[in-house]
């Protein structure tokens, strides 16, 4: 049974750094193919690919937001953990932590993490 | 950049048939993937590689495609499909990207 849980703070200051951790079960991250990525959502708006790490160590990043994220894994914990830099109110939203499939979709979805940024 | 296109809503009376079109000029290249998020809930995947329904999604979803437009189809409509649907594709370098959703209302 394939289960990913995000964790984090819930509230983050304009300016501070967001690390949410991604901890997962029921597949890993070594295996050929598999990858997980982070999805975000703004409350009442549509769903944004932040980054993704893969089974043979690539990365990749949203273009519009690849300065501020920085993606990395454990495959000894089952851990992935996202990190973005210098949040800012627009970057509250729920966060996604999900297994993507290398050929391009997203099979299995983490319940989320509501991140407000405010002071 | 890359992206998708959605119309915003689509309404529908219950047993008839709805329609969800997604645009995108990498849509004859690049797979194409529908989910479907209801209220308070993560989104579920319900077409996958444009026609392809996961296990345990109702055979009344079905998926196509034609030229840049790929289309979820429901086929009689129940209340419980009420939700936003997002397509989803991936980019060839290796990024993903969502439209922006569909709301769709079952009257």
């Known amino acids: 049974q394939v289960t990913l849980r995000e964790s984090g703070p819930a509230l983050v200051k304009p300016t501070q750094t967001l690390t949410l951790t991604c901890t997962f079960s029921?597949?890993?991250?070594?295996?050929?193919?598999?990858?997980v990525s982070w999805i975000r959502q703004p409350p009442g708006k549509a769903l944004e690919w932040l980054a993704r790490?893969?089974?043979?160590?690539?990365?990749y990043y949203s273009t519009s937001l690849k300065t501020r994220l920085t993606i990395s894994k454990d495959t000894s914990k089952n851990q992935v953990v996202l990190t973005m830099t210098n949040m800012d109110p627009v970057d509250t939203a729920t966060y996604y932590c999900?297994?993507?499939?290398?050929?391009?979709?997203?099979?299995?979805w983490g319940q989320g993490t509501l991140v407000t940024v405010s002071s | 950049s890359y992206e998708l296109t959605q119309p915003p809503s689509v309404s529908v009376s219950p047993g008839q048939t709805a329609r969800i079109t997604c645009s995108g000029d990498?849509?004859?290249?690049?797979?194409a993937y529908w989910y479907q998020q209801k209220p308070g809930q993560a989104p579920v995947l319900v077409i996958y590689?444009?026609?392809k329904r996961p296990s345990g999604i109702p055979e009344r979803f079905s998926g196509s495609r034609s030229g840049t437009t790929v289309t979820l189809t429901i086929s009689g409509v129940q209340a419980e499909d009420e939700a936003d649907y997002y397509c989803?594709?991936?980019?060839?370098?290796?990024?993903?990207?969502f439209g922006g959703g569909t709301k769709l209302t079952v009257l």
């Open positions: 999900v297994r993507d499939q290398e050929v391009g979709y997203f099979d299995y």
């Open positions: 029921g597949f890993s991250l070594t295996s050929r193919e598999m990858c």
């Open positions: 790490v893969d089974w043979d160590d690539d990365i």
């Open positions: 990498a849509l004859p290249k690049q797979y």
């Open positions: 590689q444009y026609i």
């Open positions: 989803q594709s991936a980019h060839s370098s290796g990024t993903r990207v």
